[in-house]
């Protein structure tokens, strides 16, 4: 590891512990290789974290999110609410989960040139266009980045988890209440960059 990178990351270690923080960093990219979590945690005893980062997940990178996010939206007109890389059998697929203005939800399947090849009924999992637009709106107000997926909550404080993927292909999770703003209570990071 090089003198730079090694007093970066010991400076932003002292910034988060003075902050009342404990920042979880890998020190390269193999732990999110992984599929590691990297969370900012809270102090001890504190609530979980609002914000926190989940990379590898699929291997699905920003250019390829926005590229199938296009492409679905081309196909169906709405809002997409969920999108997944899949390579399974050594082909690359991606599944866009679409609302429609209608209510209706759709399952854009594309191959690996983004081409659709299979659209399908899906079900909205609790949420509306509406529902949807504020939770990605609110969660991309907190970390700039493609929404890969809205899930909605049924216990804790939280009524919906947004994973948002940055324009550095790390994915990041916003819990936000039912009222559309970020959980409070944790020391998550609020730095908004796309990191």
Do not use: C, W
């Amino acid at each position: 590891m090089s003198r730079p990178r090694t007093a970066l990351i010991a400076a932003s270690l002292a910034a988060a512990t003075a902050a009342g923080g404990v920042a979880i960093a890998g020190a390269d990219d193999r732990a999110a290789d992984e599929g590691a979590v990297v969370l900012t945690a809270p102090a001890a005893g504190g609530p979980a974290p609002a914000v926190g980062t989940r990379a590898g997940d699929d291997g699905l990178t920003h250019a390829q999110a926005s590229r199938a996010r296009a492409a679905a939206l081309r196909k169906v007109p709405g809002r997409a609410v969920a999108i997944e890389r899949d390579a399974d059998d050594g082909r690359v697929t991606y599944d866009v989960q679409v609302l429609t203005r209608s209510g209706q939800a759709r399952e854009v399947r594309l191959n690996s040139g983004f081409r659709a090849t299979r659209t399908t009924r899906d079900d909205r999992d609790g949420l509306t266009y509406a529902t949807a637009g504020r939770a990605a709106s609110a969660a991309t107000k907190r970390v700039r980045g493609i929404v890969t997926g809205i899930d909605v909550e049924d216990e804790g404080r939280a009524r919906y988890e947004v994973e948002v993927l940055t324009s550095r292909s790390a994915e990041r999770v916003v819990r936000l209440s039912s009222s559309y703003g970020v959980v409070t209570g944790s020391t998550g990071d609020d730095d908004g960059d796309d990191d």
